[in-house]
């Protein structure tokens, strides 16, 4: 399977994956397609495979994270998804693979991700990342948990 990393010129013609791809969120969608294009200039990324479907990773930066986390010198992961008939493939290791190589490249310390205690609306309890060799290393009363990987193994 081929993955593809839109850049500004890509994505306005590209399928992004989101949920608010859904007609009803038109003004939404078209948003999110121009803040990605935005961003690209300060390291946020957006990769996917090549299909129409929901298998896809965004990561950048921490410091220009839009979630509110302090993690400088990391890569901040922001939406990641597969689903339905993508799921048990191995595309999530390798999308993750692949934004554990750019930190990697980049200098970067690692991956942060926030995760829930429990799965809450759009976001996961974690227990994958876990699964992949993110530790916790921040929680909130509320629930949140920051989790790292960090990029050499450590």
């Known amino acids: 399977m081929n993955y593809l990393t839109l850049t500004p010129e890509t994505i306005p013609d590209s399928h992004i ?3 608010i791809s859904d007609k009803k969120c038109a003004e939404s969608y078209a948003a999110k ?3 990605l294009s935005e961003q690209y200039a300060h390291g946020y990324r957006f990769r996917r495979l090549d299909v129409r479907g929901k298998v896809f990773i965004e990561y ?3 410091e220009a994270a839009w979630m509110p986390v302090e993690a400088p010198g990391w890569l901040m992961l922001g939406c990641f998804w597969v689903s339905g ?3 048990k493939q191995g595309h999530g290791k390798a999308l993750l693979d692949a ?3 750019e930190a990697r490249k980049l200098g ?3 991956l942060v991700s926030v995760a829930g205690k ?3 609306h759009f976001q996961s309890d974690g227990k994958w990342f ?3 060799g993110f530790r916790e290393v921040d929680a909130l009363d509320s629930g949140f948990r920051l989790l790292a990987l960090e990029a050499n193994g450590a």
């Open 130 to 132: 876990r699964r992949q």
């Open 118 to 120: 429990r799965k809450m």
């Open 60 to 62: 950048g930066p921490a």
């Open 33 to 35: 397609k121009n803040w």
């Open 85 to 87: 008939r993508y799921k």
């Open 108 to 110: 970067c310390a690692g």
């Open 99 to 101: 934004a554990l190589e």
């Open 17 to 19: 994956c989101c949920a």
